[in-house]
């Protein structure tokens, strides 16, 4: 499978350190977020889910250490119901991007534990899809370029800015999807 992730990032990631793999998998969950946070809201039975999420992106911004539960974390969401094998596959377009972004901040999670920039990269991978998907079903959007600028800045090093650039990223991304919902 072709990795969506520039290479310079890959390479970054890769030298970086663990600081660095934790800093960008925290900005990229964030980003994520809202996607399964929002299009989860109201569901019953799921408060427990979008509770976990939210304390597992706010515990990813620790950048300086690892989780010391990374790998609990990882095995709950994979209860997660958009991480449960389904032979009929997910298609309703709410349901889609929830996997996304739960599949997202596994690889965060996963990532962020033992500073893994394998993991890192696959999470970075998870939300360029997303993106480009949202791109293709938004008329005049630019999320995967956007998605790319923000992966990018993550580890240059001048990360002021990083959290809310990724708190409005989400944000959009969400009422992009929303929007999209309404249309279907």
Not at 129 to 151: C, K, P, W
């Amino acid at each position: 499978m072709q990795k969506l992730v520039e290479s310079a990032v890959t390479e970054a990631l890769r030298d970086g350190g663990g600081e660095a793999i934790r800093l960008y998998v925290a900005a990229c969950a964030e980003r994520m977020a809202p996607l399964f946070v929002g299009l989860r809201a109201g569901e019953p039975g799921r408060e427990a889910d979008r509770d976990f999420y939210v304390e597992c992106v706010r515990d990813l911004w620790q950048a300086d250490r690892p989780l010391a539960d990374a790998t609990a974390g990882v095995r709950r969401l994979e209860r997660f119901w958009e991480l449960q094998p389904n032979e009929e596959g997910i298609t309703a377009v709410a349901d889609v991007y929830a996997f996304f972004a739960a599949l997202c901040l596994r690889y965060a999670m996963s990532a962020h534990g033992p500073g893994s920039p394998d993991a890192a990269v696959s999470c970075g991978h998870v939300a360029l899809t997303a993106m480009g998907m949202l791109d293709e079903n938004v008329a005049g959007a630019s999320f995967l370029a956007e998605e790319h600028r923000l992966q990018s800045l993550s580890l240059s090093g001048d990360v002021s800015g990083l959290w809310g650039a990724s708190v409005t990223a989400g944000r959009e991304r969400f009422r992009a999807v929303l929007g999209h919902l309404i249309r279907c």
